[in-house]
């Protein structure tokens, strides 16, 4: 890892000497467990101020007797470095999108949907009947499944939930992240409340202020 980050590092600075070489800067969002999340957020230290941490969540959403548990990160730097992050995304079985100036800029009112797959597909499928003109631009889901564990409300023994446990991970609840834009905008207060009805975090990139 720490190689990837000097190889990484040397490219950027490489291209930053060029004085007819504008860094464009573009944001991410990644989503997994927590040790692929951390993994993330050190790369993120690691870069010399090229790539800075917006925010990290960490979530516990409540599914009858279980709670699934997940991170996700936003940060926001030198392109060529969030791109990378990818690659390491898809090592670690996290999930990844990119968004660019130029999404912002040729795509109307972008936003991030981050939950389990199977919420985010209930919630498109709702977008979709309700003839809310939109485009998916992007779609990334974990191959590195997360966590699943008795929620708190389950009053059995510790050592029958420690037995029970492996039979609950075994479901792999898959973590997505989709990037979508809204054609119009007097749709998009109904789009983020059929995501939030459906206990999607959604990230609204008209909220987002980044300060260089």
């Known amino acids: ?18 004085s007819s070489y504008k860094i464009e800067k573009s944001w991410c969002v990644l989503a997994g467990n927590a040790e692929f999340i951390d993994e993330m957020a050190y790369k993120a230290i690691a870069s010399n ?7 990290r ?20 730097g030198n392109s060529i470095i969030i791109n990378e992050y990818n690659r390491t995304a898809m ?31 209930d919630a498109v499928s709702t977008i979709e009947k309700s003839k809310i003109p939109f485009a998916i631009l992007q779609d990334s889901q974990t191959t590195g499944f997360i ?12 050592f029958i939930k420690s037995a029970l446990k492996p039979f609950y991970n075994a479901n792999e ?9 809204v054609d119009n905008d007097d749709y998009v207060e109904k789009v983020q409340s059929i995501a939030t009805s ?15």
């Open 173 to 181: 609840v898959v973590l997505s992240t989709l990037l979508i834009s």
């Open 147 to 158: 966590d699943v564990d008795f929620s708190n409300e389950v009053r059995l023994p510790n």
């Open 57 to 76: 969540e960490h979530v516990i959403l409540n599914d009858g007797n279980i709670d699934k548990k997940f991170d996700f990160l936003m940060l926001y």
């Open 49 to 55: 101020h090229n790539v800075k941490i917006l925010f």
């Open 1 to 18: 890892m720490i190689e990837d980050n000097i190889r990484v590092l040397r490219q950027a600075a490489k291209l930053s000497t060029d």
């Open 198 to 212: 459906n206990r999607i975090f959604v990230i609204d990139f008209k909220d987002i202020v980044t300060e260089d």
């Open 91 to 121: 090592e670690c079985g996290g999930a990844y999108v990119k968004v660019s100036p130029r999404n912002l800029s040729d795509e109307k009112n972008v936003m991030v949907f981050i939950a389990p797959q199977d919420t985010i597909k």
